[in-house]
Structure formats: C-alpha cells, structure tokens
C-alpha cells in the first residue's frame, strides 16, 4: 500500500521499483485524493502492467489515508512504503519468507536508506526501534546494521503486517497533522505487540529513501511551532493509550515529561531552553499544554 499526495514524479519511481520486484506484488493499493490530477495521471501508465488498486480519500493526513488503503486490501500481508521510495529487487521476496517461516510475527521492517541532497546518510547504529528501560524512545531504522532483532516499533516508509495482527485494528484518527501525522507507526506498532505479536527489524530488507516535500506545516528540517505542538500531543496520546501494556510505555511517559526531545521538551529540556533563551522555550507551555490535552482525550475514551 502506497499513500500518495501530488508527487507523482517519486511515485513513478516508487512504482517502477515494484515492478522490478523478484517476487511480485498480488495487489498494489495506491491511496490517493480524488482532486490530484497528477497523480491519478501517472498512475494511468502502470494500470496495465502492475495489479493496482487505486483507492480515495477525501480527508488529508497519512491516518486517513492508510486506513482507507486497508478497506481494499484483499491479501494475509500487508506491505506499506511512501511514495518517495524505491524497494530493492528482493523486498517482497524477503518479506514474503520471513512470515512464512515465523507464525508468530505480526509485523515486520526493515532500512530506509535515506539519500539526502544526493549523498546516503553514512551513520550506522545496531539499537533500532526501541524504548529503553529508562524510557528513551530510539529509532534508527534508517541506519540500522546487524542481524534480525526483535523491537518494539516499526517504520512507515518500510513495514509489513500480517492481516490477522491488525484484524480490526485501525490508525488513530485523533492524531493530530494534516499530513506526517508523527508517531502514527508506535502506536500501531504497540498495540499490535501487545495482542502477543512479534515484531521484527531485518537490516538487510531494504528501501532507498529520497525524502520529498511535504505539503503541510510539518516541513522537514524546519517545522512550524503548530507542527511541534501537534507532534507532542500525539506522542502523549500514543503513550498513554498504550500504558498499560507494558512498563517500558510508562517509563517512556515519565521521559517524555521530564527530559523530552528537542522538539517536544520536558521539564528539564525546557528549563534549560529557557534559561538560554531559546527559540525551543516557547515549545515548554505548549508541550504542556498538548499534553493535557492529549490525556484528556484518553480519559474520555476509557
């Protein structure tokens, strides 16, 4: 399943890598909005060479989008990229193998190889998709080396889940974004663990990654202060919605609200920012305030 919104130049190449696939695809889900011409026009090259399931969605936001996409899935795996990524020849091939082989595992990622400005981010990492025993959250999916291990969150831009995981699980529809929609992927990928699923990070299953524009306020490298408030207020939603099925979700809570992240400061971040006067200190009352707002939101669905 592809989301896709006005980049129908990257979208071509999404698909061209697909249709390279080793192992092809049974059905190719492509959400898209019914006003982007561009994109409903690029996709009339493939119709006839690639099994493709042109699927709309009227509201904006990747939640929307990836929850209509399910509605026309019709397989037992569901393999999920962006439109501004190119799979390795041996994608589906490997995905295919390793839920043929594990029963129990419920989703699956691997490394988005992320070009930027031409050049691959060269860093590399071997803790990937993991919250910590002291509650620090840490990615690395893009920089991921090293064997298959277990985690506990997988990535958009490369993830695949077994349909009887998610049966009748659905995105969040209160995260907050007109576009990203940040942290949508831990969300979904904690609840789906705690069902008794595992999940599993494979290095070596491989997307290239051009980050494109986004068209929303939530704009890489310089997020609007809108975009900052939007990305705590969903990172308290997806923590607090998942507290009870695990401590290390709980932990991750009392991190978020006394270190926090750059982007979304806790009380010392913020205290910090304030004292050196910066730019991230106006984030403190807003953080605050996303926060609150997110727990009421928990509350009122329990």
Known sequence: MIPTYNRPDTL???????????????????????????SLSAL??????????????????VVQALNKGLTGVTGDIITI????????????????????????????GGRDVIHDEGKIISASAHLVGRILPFG???????IGLG???????????????RMDAIQGRFFDTDLRGKGAQVFFELGFSLEVKSRGWRLIYDPALTVDHYPARR????????????????????????????????WRVRAAIA?????????????????ISLVKRDRRGLLVRASAISAWKAAKIVSEKR
Request: glycine share 10%; charged share 25%; with cysteine.
């Open 44 to 61: 009339k090259h493939w119709l006839q060479t690639l099994p493709i399931t042109i699927v709309l969605v009227d509201v904006p936001g």
């Open 215 to 246: 068209f929303d306020n939530d704009q890489r490298g310089a997020p609007s202060l809108d975009a900052l408030e939007d990305t705590t207020f969903n990172l308290y939603l997806v923590l607090l919605c998942n507290a009870q099925s695990s």
């Open 12 to 38: 071509e190449k999404c698909l061209g890598g697909l249709a390279r696939q080793k192992r092809g695809a049974d059905q190719i889900v492509v959400v898209v909005r019914p006003n982007d011409d561009a």
């Open 147 to 161: 064997g298959v291990r277990e985690v506990d969150m997988l990535k958009g831009v490369n993830m695949s889940w």
């Open 81 to 108: 990229t962006d439109d501004d990524s190119i799979a390795s020849t041996d994608w589906l091939a490997r995905i295919e193998e390793h839920f043929a082989q594990d029963p129990t595992l419920g989703g699956l």
């Open 136 to 142: 620090r959250i840490v990615g690395n999916h893009h």
């Open 255 to 271: 991190w978020a609200r006394i270190f926090g992240t750059r982007g979304s400061p806790g009380a010392i971040r913020g205290w």
